[in-house]
Structure formats: C-alpha cells, structure tokens
C-alpha cells in the first residue's frame, strides 16, 4: 500500500526567510508526486508535481521541490517566504499502475509565515 | 471559467435525515473522486468514479453512496448521516491518467447533531 508521510504538523518562518516543507513517500514502483495548497475556507489548489524528468520541479508562486528517490523523499521549498504564503500544505503520492491510481495524501503541514 | 462545484457549501443536519451534496464540473473530466477531510488525518477518499456508471469505493465508503449518471455530475448521498461523518467534504476531476492533476470543489462542511 501507497503512503506519504509529512513529518511537521506546522512549519513556522519569517518572511523573506527560506522555507522548506518535508514529505516522503512510500510507493510500489516510480512514483507520481503532487503539492497542493489549502487556503482558509477554500478547496486544494495544485502547485506542482514530479511524473518524470529533472528532479528540480518548478511551480506556482515560486515554489519548487526536489525529488530525492534514494531517500524518498519530495520537500516543498521556496526561496523567499512572503506572509501570504500562510495555508495549510499537502503532499500526495500516486502509483504508476494502469486504469485508475488513488491519489494518497499525507496528513498536511500547517506553514505559518510571520511578517 | 473551469471549475468543480459543490452545493450546499455548509449544511448541518441532523441524525438519520437523508441528503445529498451535489458536485458538478465543466472540464469533461472522466475521473471524479469524493473525500472527506479531519483533523489530524488529511484527506481520504470516499468513492471514486472513472466515468459515466463506474464508481468503486475509495478508503472510507461506509455510510455513503454515490452515481454518476452524467457525466458532468457527481452527487455525494448520505442515506442515514450520523455525527461521525461530521466533516470537510472534498469533490475532484481530472483527465484519465495517473499523471494528470486533480481540480478540487471548494468544500461543503458538513455537521450531523
């Protein structure tokens, strides 16, 4: 079975710091990896994903990750923190089977953006 | 504009009284899932359908229903609600593929007394 792990319940920074957001992964085969973003009383919204390719995936609002397959692991990081950055973050993970693949999701990680 | 919708956006009832949320999209996605969002637990998926009258259940069917008999359309049913399916519900689509990215509704909050 397919798993994801985000290891902080909240991650806190100041603005203009770096921020970084961790999730690893658990998947039979290569995985297909997803950030999304939850802002106050809205839906998830994407952000960026890894199918295959450069490591280094780029995003919206200047966001990136990084797929790291020895370790697992597809941390959300942005150079520069701005306050509105303040939602709640979730990391998925999807299995690279034929027909219809569940999209699994860790549990989210609350990023507090002080100004 | 593209977009999944959900109706009602909040909705408390109570014990045993039927409903139903509605979601709807305007992308012609084939794939359409519903979950379900607590505290502590992320999101986890109730039912999910591939397209027009295939659905198959997700990781947390119990105590719901769904069709999908358009398309377009994809109602959540809740034939008796009880107070643990209290929760944030979620609609999605996407295109087939394992690859391809999830729109999400913007969530109907559902309290059961």
């Known amino acids: 079975a397919q798993s994801v792990a985000q290891p902080e319940d909240q991650v806190n920074v100041a603005e203009g710091n770096p921020l970084t957001v961790k999730c690893t992964y658990s998947v039979s085969g290569n995985p297909y990896l997803f950030w999304y973003v939850q802002y106050p009383n809205r839906g998830l919204q994407f952000l960026l994903k890894y199918i295959t390719g450069d490591n280094l995936v780029k995003g919206s609002y200047g966001f990136e990750a990084e797929f790291n397959k020895s370790q697992t692991s597809f941390h959300l990081k942005k150079p520069s923190a701005l306050v509105s950055d303040s939602a709640l973050y979730f990391c998925?993970?999807?299995?690279?089977?034929?027909?219809?693949?569940?999209?699994?999701f860790g549990k989210g990680t609350m990023l507090l953006v002080s100004p | 504009e593209a977009q999944v919708t959900q109706n009602p956006r909040y909705l408390i009832t109570v014990t045993g009284k039927k409903l139903t949320v509605t979601c709807s999209q305007n992308?012609?996605?084939?794939?359409m899932s519903w979950y379900r969002q607590d505290p502590g637990l992320g999101l986890r998926q109730i039912y999910y359908s591939m397209n027009v009258e295939v659905t198959d259940k997700g990781d947390v069917p119990e105590g719901y229903k769904v069709s999908r008999k358009e398309k377009r359309n994809f109602p959540l049913i809740l034939e008796s609600p009880s107070p643990n399916q209290t929760s944030l519900y979620f609609c999605a689509s996407s295109p087939p593929g394992v690859g391809e990215t999830q729109y999400f509704g913007p969530g109907t909050r559902l309290l059961v007394l």
């Open positions: 992308m012609n996605h084939e794939y």
């Open positions: 998925a993970v999807r299995a690279p089977l034929t027909g219809y693949s569940t999209l699994t």
